[in-house]
T-cell receptor
Framework: DSGVTQTPKHLITATGQRVTLRCSPRSGDLSVYWYQQSLDQGLQFLIQYYNGEERAKGNILERFSAQQFPDLHSELNLSSLELGDSALYFC?????????????FGPGTRLLVL | TQLLEQSPQFLSIQEGENLTVYCNSS?????LQWYRQEPGEGPVLLVTVVTGGEVKKLKRLTFQFGDARKDSSLHITAAQPGDTGLYLCAGSDSWGKLQFGAGTQVVVTP
């Protein structure tokens, strides 16, 4: 158990719909990352938040958005869903020690768009 | 575009055999990490290497970082079924943003 929680574990929805994925980081971790993992693209970095502020952006589509709340939990919003959005979505929180950052991944949310 | 290439993509071996997984890049990274991911779970960090030429051992796993900090290898000695999983390498930039390779799926059969 990494200490990072994600809900829901599974999500099945239809094209065109909107969903929200939730992540609670490890206690004390200020940084949250979102990743998408699909069979053909591997693990892709989407976006990072640090203490409520967007820190870095990766391959995140305009239909996707995220935010980090004052209690440090984060939500990833996916809208106008397409079949190709079906994937595993992971969040990770991180800690820096000795100048090295370690990311701890949650169990993921499996999204299926039909 | 994947900056990190892992090979092979898939590896199936018998228990007790040795295996090596490779991670190559055209970019220099400030550090490189290896993760193992089991079905239905998130990746779990195995090791971080920072210095060119560095070798780290974790029980039966040996990790090597290339002198130029562009490539790395993971060697498993006397593999066991519990070593089965997806092995991912990830290069880190100065912001801590990780660029992952596509992974090597390792299957160790009894």
């Amino acid at each position: 158990d990494s200490g990072v929680t994600q809900t829901p574990k599974h999500l099945i929805t239809a094209t065109g719909q909107r969903v929200t994925l939730r992540c609670s980081p490890r206690s004390g971790d200020l940084s949250v990352y979102w990743y998408q993992q699909s069979l053909d693209q591997g693990l892709q970095f989407l976006i990072q938040y640090y203490n409520g502020e967007e820190r870095a952006k990766g391959n995140i589509l305009e239909r996707f958005s995220a935010q980090q709340f004052p209690d440090l939990h984060s939500e990833l919003n996916l809208s106008s869903l397409e079949l190709g959005d079906s994937a595993l979505y992971f969040c990770a929180s991180s800690v820096v020690a000795g100048g090295l950052e370690t990311q701890y991944f949650g169990p993921g949310t499996r999204l299926l768009v039909l | 575009t994947q900056l990190l290439e892992q090979s092979p993509q898939f590896l199936s071996i018998q228990e007790g055999e040795n295996l090596t997984v490779y991670c190559n890049s055209s970019s220099v990274f400030s550090s490189l990490q290896w993760y193992r991911q089991e079905p239905g779970e998130g990746p779990v960090l195995l090791v971080t290497v920072v210095t060119g030429g560095e070798v780290k051992k974790l029980k039966r796993l040996t990790f090597q970082f290339g002198d130029a900090r562009k490539d790395s290898s993971l060697h498993i000695t006397a593999a066991q079924p519990g070593d089965t999983g997806l092995y991912l390498c990830a290069g880190s930039d100065s912001w801590g943003k990780l660029q992952f390779g596509a992974g090597t799926q390792v299957v160790v059969t009894p």
